[in-house]
């Protein structure tokens, strides 16, 4: 089960390498956890380098300052479920930026018919298409933020005390203080007759807000989150004269709405922050060099200890009690071969631990039943 240390060259993983799916009924269960076996899932995710701006940035929706010019825009964003599946109809991506007091982010939203509808802040934006942000500073899964912008500019932000598979809740009152925001229209919204060409997002979320609900680094050289980037679509017609959501015939309900990502989840559901992208600081000023990103020799210990947190839990969905060993997580389909670190399962009454050292850190990774992932010093334990 151990292997020789893993160097950090943070060779491709897939899921598919820690589960060997069998039983199809299983295989569907699996979905439920985040173990969409039959996909191309690869760690690690998506990164982006967010340079500093050297200069104050205007938030008016145009991103035409010289260190927005001087940024490039990240890859183009693909099915939540990953690139093996349909390519999105319409171009999105996003671009970075920092300084003292804020995170920016650009976002490009290819459009040809410009619609929004929802008016009011922190109603439910993403039953318009929309433009999501979801941030985890510390990346322990807990206390991460969401927000989500439509192109009437309304927002809706939200803070999770931890992922709704853990029992949430979302604090729907909680607000950004002091965020920024602006829409620029490349076209006219809500007129059906014409052709438009897209939507440009700019934000600055303040940094201060960022730190009310976590422990994680504070931005400086180096310092690494946990983010992504999400585009709701929905498919509809021009009925009347007005835009309506297309309808399922055999539902009589909407069709589900499109989930184009930037760092794909193999899973449809955006808030399982272990999957997110990697965004890390730099203090090189923005078009004055390039900087390359540093993978984190943490990151390949945390995401082995989730496999076996997502096996434990389709194990006791299916038995009613949670392995009492690793072993046992094989019948699930764990593939304890393809674990690199020497993890220790431990069962409790009423849940469980997974523990994993990483030497080359030399810290203790402990990742418990509720989904929250720590370090934790050995006299702790």
């Known amino acids: 089960m151990l292997k020789a240390f893993f160097t950090l060259t943070f060779s491709f993983l897939m899921i598919g390498s820690h589960f060997a799916c ?13 173990l969409n076996m039959h996909t191309t899932f690869k760690w690690p995710p998506k990164n982006y380098i967010c340079y500093r701006a050297e200069n104050p940035i205007k938030v008016d929706g145009l991103l035409d300052e010289k260190d927005w010019q001087n940024t490039v825009w990240s890859t183009p964003f693909a099915d939540i479920m990953g690139t093996h599946f349909p390519s999105p109809r319409h171009m999105t991506k996003m671009k970075m930026l920092w300084d003292d007091d804020y995170l920016y982010v650009g976002g490009y939203l290819e459009e040809p018919h410009l619609w929004a509808s929802i008016t009011r802040r922190d109603e439910v934006i993403f039953y318009d298409n929309d433009f999501e942000v979801f941030i985890d500073p510390d990346g322990d ?9 439509n192109a009437l500019n309304t927002v809706w932000d939200l803070m999770l005390v931890r992922p709704y598979r853990n029992g949430g809740p979302a604090i729907n009152n909680w607000d950004i203080n002091g965020l920024k925001s602006a829409i620029h229209l490349d076209g006219t919204l809500n007129d059906p007759t014409d052709t438009d060409r897209a939507w440009y997002v700019e934000l600055a979320i303040p940094l201060k807000a960022l730190n009310e ?37 055999e539902t009589g309900k909407s069709w589900p709405e499109d989930n184009w990502v930037w760092s794909p989840q193999a899973v449809v559901d955006m808030h399982r922050p272990e999957l997110w992208g990697i965004l890390q600081f730099s203090e090189q000023k923005s078009g004055k060099g390039k900087v390359n990103f ?12 989730r496999n076996i947190y997502y096996a434990q839990n389709l194990y006791f969905e299916l038995n009613k009690a949670y392995a009492e060993q690793l072993t046992d997580l094989q019948a699930v389909g764990l593939n304890l071969s393809a674990i690199i670190f020497n993890p220790e399962l431990i069962t409790t009454f009423s849940g469980f631990q ?28």
């Open 141 to 149: 899964t807990y206390g991460y933020y969401e927000l989500e912008i």
């Open 22 to 34: 069998s039983a199809q009924d299983t295989g569907q269960q699996a979905n439920e956890y985040g």
């Open 294 to 305: 540093i993978p984190n020799p943490d990151d390949l210990t945390k995401w082995e200890l």
């Open 213 to 249: 609900n976590n422990s994680g680094p504070k931005p400086d050289d180096g310092a690494q989150w946990r983010i992504n980037f999400s585009r709701v679509q929905w498919k509809y017609s021009v009925v009347e004269g007005n835009y309506q959501k297309d309808v399922n015939p």
């Open 354 to 381: 997974i523990r994993a050292y990483n030497p080359k850190t030399q810290r203790l990774w402990l990742l418990d039943e509720g989904g929250r992932i720590r370090a934790v010093h050995k006299t702790h334990l």
